[in-house]
């Protein structure tokens, strides 16, 4: 069983439209990343949050602690937002653990 | 540019080969993690260094070994190296434990 788990695992989307990718997990955490990878390999860290909500222009994280789960939201999508995002958690035995990640794709 | 360079970009090599990778963190940041991302096992946790120290150690096999130098230049030794060690080696930096991380580029290593 994967301590994290996402879903779903594609998403095909208009430009403009509201997205929505979860994120699971089953073991204690003392932070949650979600990160954004493009085509070309790189990695970003689009957010960290132990508690609540984040929010960074079209981006808003949120995490419930009480049922292991967060969401990533996507307002007003963008061909631009095409890449792969990646739920990760750090545990309380300061192990990381990735989910399988989400692809998606922004159709103009 | 997130401040992390990572050397070299690109390796190829044979089996049973050694390499070195190797990592300069964002200027100040202390913590550097290492992370294998391979088509079939996706991003996987290696290790972690905090000032010159081992934090953290994830699903590092024992031919592969790191450490953080006194600059907190971090190098990953990969060796006896198998044609699954094939994969992109990532590293992070971050100014604490539990703060963000910042990636580098990657390296991407092939062994043939």
């Known amino acids: 069983k994967n301590e994290v788990e996402q879903s779903p695992q594609n998403l095909t989307a208009q430009e403009g439209e509201f997205i929505t990718i979860n994120c699971s997990y089953s073991v204690g955490i003392s932070a949650l990343h979600w990160l954004q990878q493009h085509p070309g390999g790189g990695i970003v860290s689009l957010f960290m949050?132990?508690?609540g909500k984040k929010k960074h222009g079209r981006l808003i994280a949120t995490i419930n602690i009480q049922e292991k789960h967060s969401s990533l939201h996507i307002t007003a999508s963008h061909p631009r937002d095409s890449a792969v995002y990646i739920c990760?958690?750090?545990?309380?035995?300061?192990?990381?653990?990735f989910g399988t990640g989400t692809s998606l794709t922004v159709i103009p | 540019d997130s401040g992390v360079t990572q050397t070299p970009k690109h390796l190829i090599t044979a089996t049973g080969q050694r390499v070195t990778l190797r990592c300069s963190p964002r200027?100040?940041?202390?913590?550097v993690y290492w992370y294998q991302q391979s088509l079939d096992q996706g991003l996987q946790f290696l290790i972690q260094y905090y000032n010159g120290e081992e934090r953290a150690k994830g699903n590092i096999l024992e031919r592969f070994s790191a450490q953080q130098f006194p600059d907190l230049h971090s190098e990953l030794n990969l060796s006896s190296l198998e044609l699954g060690d094939s994969a992109l080696y990532f590293c992070?930096?971050?100014?604490?434990?539990?703060?963000?991380?910042?990636f580098g580029p990657g390296t991407r290593l092939t062994v043939l």
């Open positions: 949050l132990s508690s």
């Open positions: 200027s100040g940041d202390l913590s």
């Open positions: 990760a958690v750090r545990s309380n035995g300061n192990q990381f653990y």
């Open positions: 992070a930096s971050s100014g604490g434990g539990g703060n963000e991380q910042f």
